[in-house]
C-alpha cells in the first residue's frame, strides 16, 4: 500500500524523513532526537510511527504543559526517556513593557535575523512585561550571547529551570458553519467574514499560512485539522467536517483563536 496516498503532496519530504529516522533507530539500536515539530508534524510523526505495536517507543516535549512545538524523541522500544534526552533550554528576559511593547511576532523576527532556522527554537511566550522561550540546548550558548534587542527594547536572556515556564492556555471560540466546498478561499471567507475577491487577495499576497505553511493556492483543499492563519487577523482551525445538508452543502466547525 503506497503511504503517500494518506498524505498531501507536499508532505511527502517531511514523511520521507520520518521514515529514515525509525530507520536508523532500529538499524543502529540508539535514539534519534528531532528539531522542534510543529503540530501537523507530530501528528504526521504518530501517524507514521505511534501505537501499541510498533518496536519504536515515541515521546514528545515542548518545555511546558501546553506547548505547542515539541521535540520528538524516537528510541528503540526497551529504552527509558527522561526530560533531559530532549535538550531543552527555557530562556527568559525582561523588559519595560511601560515603554515599549514586544508581541510574539517581534520576537520571531529578532531570532530570525540571527541566522537561526525555525525548526530549532520551541514556544515564545510573552507576557506582562516578561519574555520566555524554549531553545535547543545546541543553540543556548549562541543565542543568549548574540540576542540584546527585540525591537527597541534591550534585552539579557537567562537560563531558568523549565518547571518555570508560563502557562499559554489558548482558548477558542466555535461555530457551525455550513460551505459549498472545503477550498481554501471558500473557507477562509466564511471564518473571518470576508469577501471571495479579498479572500484570493490576501492568498496571492502570501498572507495565508495551513498548517504553519504558506498556502499561495486558493483552490488548495483543506481537511479536517487543519490550522490556519491569516496575517493581521489571528489564527483560527477547521475543527470538524460533520456531514452535508440536503441541499448538499458542507456542515463544518471552525474554531477562532481569541
Request: net charge positive.
Amino acid at each position: 500500500m503506497d503511504i503517500y496516498q494518506h498524505f498531501r503532496k507536499d508532505e511527502q519530504p517531511f514523511i520521507d524523513k520520518v521514515l529514515s529516522w525509525k530507520e536508523q533507530v532500529e538499524r543502529n539500536f540508539q535514539p534519534r532526537l528531532t528539531d522542534f515539530l510543529d503540530p501537523r508534524e507530530q501528528q504526521i510523526v504518530k501517524m507514521l510511527i505511534g501505537g501499541e505495536s510498533s518496536d519504536i517507543k515515541l515521546s514528545f516535549e515542548g518545555g511546558t504543559a501546553e506547548a505547542e512545538r515539541k521535540r520528538a524523541v524516537l528510541a528503540p522500544y526497551y529504552d527509558e526517556i527522561s526530560i533531559e534526552d530532549f535538550q531543552l533550554t527555557l530562556c527568559q528576559a525582561t523588559y519595560q513593557s511601560k515603554f515599549v511593547t514586544i508581541e510574539h511576532r517581534d520576537v520571531m523576527g529578532a531570532f530570525l535575523s540571527l541566522g537561526i532556522k525555525r525548526q530549532k527554537f520551541g514556544d515564545i511566550t510573552v507576557k506582562n512585561g516578561i519574555l520566555q522561550i524554549v531553545l535547543g540546548d545546541e543553540i543556548a550558548p549562541f543565542v543568549k550571547a548574540n540576542l540584546n534587542m527585540i525591537k527597541k527594547a534591550k534585552v539579557t536572556l537567562e537560563e531558568k529551570p523549565l518547571s518555570e515556564g508560563l502557562a499559554t492556555e489558548q482558548q477558542w471560540d466555535f461555530s457551525d458553519k455550513t460551505v459549498s466546498s472545503l477550498r481554501l478561499d471558500t473557507v477562509l471567507k466564511e471564518i473571518y467574514h470576508l469577501s471571495r475577491k479579498d479572500a484570493a487577495a490576501y492568498i496571492t499576497k502570501q498572507q495565508v499560512k495551513v498548517n504553519y505553511k504558506v498556502v499561495e493556492d486558493g483552490k488548495y483543499g483543506l481537511q479536517e485539522g487543519d490550522l490556519l492563519s491569516l496575517r493581521g487577523k489571528g489564527r483560527s482551525k477547521l475543527a470538524a467536517v460533520n456531514g452535508t445538508t440536503k441541499k448538499d452543502k458542507l456542515k463544518i466547525t471552525i474554531a477562532v483563536l481569541k
